[in-house]
Nanobody, 116 residues
Framework: QVQLVESGGGLVQDGGSLRLSCEAS????????MGWYRQAPGKEREMVAY???????NVAEAVKGRFTISRAKSQNTVYLQMNMLTPEDTAVYYC??????????WGQGTQVTVSS
């Protein structure tokens, strides 16, 4: 059973930065991609960014140029560097892992709050 451990959320002022981390509890797991989704109050969960083990990445238009996704060499950790944060980025951020066999694993979520 794979678990995802997230860290790095918190409260930051408008224009500030935060870095989220998410580590999968096992190594040598057949990970196809790891990434981040977010859900703001009253809204649906939306994709923020993900990075495939093959190397290519996908970043949502709303955060492109401000957020950067990366994965550790070990490939079982994913990071989200968030710069130029705005109150519209306030949400619970969820780490996501997709395995090659189609299994999907979610983290417990970490709150990001941007004050104006």
């Amino acid at each position: 059973q794979v678990q995802l451990v997230e860290s790095g959320g918190g409260l930051v002022q408008d224009g500030g930065s935060l870095r989220l981390s998410c580590e999968a509890s096992v190594t040598s797991f057949p990970i196809a991609s790891m990434g981040w989704y977010r859900q703001a109050p009253g809204k649906e969960r939306e994709m923020v960014a993900y990075k495939r083990t093959s190397g290519d990445a996908n970043v949502a238009e709303a955060v492109k140029g401000r957020f950067t996704i990366s994965r550790a060499k070990s490939q079982n950790t994913v990071y989200l560097q968030m710069n130029m944060l705005t109150p519209e980025d306030t949400a619970v951020y969820y780490c996501n892992l997709v395995a090659w066999d189609g299994r999907i694993v979610w983290g417990q979520g970490t709150q990001v709050t941007v004050s104006s």
